[in-house]
Nanobody, 116 residues
Framework: QVQLVESGGGSVQPGGSLRLSCAAS????????MSWYRQAPGKERELVAS????????NYADSVKGRFTISRNNAKNTVYLQMNSLQPEDTAVYYC?????????WGQGTQVTVSS
């Protein structure tokens, strides 16, 4: 049974940092690209960052380039999102996603709130 579990969200002040984790189970992430998405209230879900199976290729939304870093530890079956210089507009629920075989799987999401 494929499962993605996000953790690490919370409330921070502008300029702060958080590190999100996405722990996968039921499959081995090592041969799959992984992605982080986010959804703010009243807005559509958007791609934040993605990483190739070996980690050699990473892509970011323009809004987070230079502030967020996606990484993976295939041995731990976990993907990370390091978020620095957080701003109020980064407030959203953050989701991990994988396209595994013929299906798309999402985690339950973790809330990130940036507020003074």
């Amino acid at each position: 049974q494929v499962q993605l579990v996000e953790s690490g969200g919370g409330s921070v002040q502008p300029g702060g940092s958080l590190r999100l984790s996405c722990a996968a189970s039921g499959f081995t992430i090592s041969i799959y690209a992984m992605s982080w998405y986010r959804q703010a209230p009243g807005k559509e879900r958007e791609l934040v960052a993605s990483i190739s199976s070996a980690g050699g290729s990473r892509n970011y939304a323009d809004s987070v380039k230079g502030r967020f870093t996606i990484s993976r530890n295939n041995a731990k079956n976990t993907v990370y999102l390091q978020m620095n210089s957080l701003q109020p507009e980064d407030t959203a629920v953050y989701y991990c996603k994988v396209d595994y075989r013929t299906r798309t799987y999402w985690g339950q999401g973790t809330q990130v709130t940036v507020s003074s």
